[in-house]
């Protein structure tokens, strides 16, 4: 057998021995490569950045009269707060959404968030 009969086997043996959540962090890896997105463990503040993930929460927090859409993005590395500000609801952010984001990173409290982030709504199959 060929090189390529390994890399079927090798890859066949980690999807039998691998938990949900590392192959889920897997396909979204693969999924950024696809569409361009960077992978949110190497973006640092201050660039413009384009990440996708899956939304594990969004909550709305009234922060000072001001409210705010936050929901929290995982692409398979890193999370990454995506806040709207003066929104209280988006329709199609919710949890379990994959979305691809493009914004400038920023820190708050130690966390990478992007701030009013373009976005567009991804369908289930890539």
């Keep these: 057998m060929g090189g390529t009969g390994r ?3 090798s890859r066949l043996v980690r999807r039998l021995t691998s938990d949900a959540s ?3 962090a897997d396909d ?3 999924r950024a490569d696809a569409v361009g997105a960077r992978r949110a463990a190497d973006c640092r503040s201050g660039e413009e ?3 996708l993930g899956r939304l594990r929460s969004v909550e ?3 922060r000072d009269a001001v409210a ?3 929901a929290e993005l995982f692409d398979g590395t890193e999370g990454v707060t995506l806040v709207w500000l003066g929104r209280r609801r988006i329709p199609g952010i919710e949890p379990g959404r994959t ?3 493009r914004g400038r990173m920023a820190l708050r409290d130690g966390r990478k968030v992007l701030y009013n982030p ?3 709504l991804q369908t289930t199959s890539a």
């Design 7 to 9: 890399g079927y086997w």
């Design 22 to 24: 590392e192959l889920d």
């Design 28 to 30: 979204l890896c693969r």
């Design 49 to 51: 950045v384009t990440v």
């Design 60 to 62: 709305l927090c009234p």
């Design 68 to 70: 705010t859409l936050e």
């Design 99 to 101: 979305i691809k984001a």
């Design 118 to 120: 373009y976005y567009e």
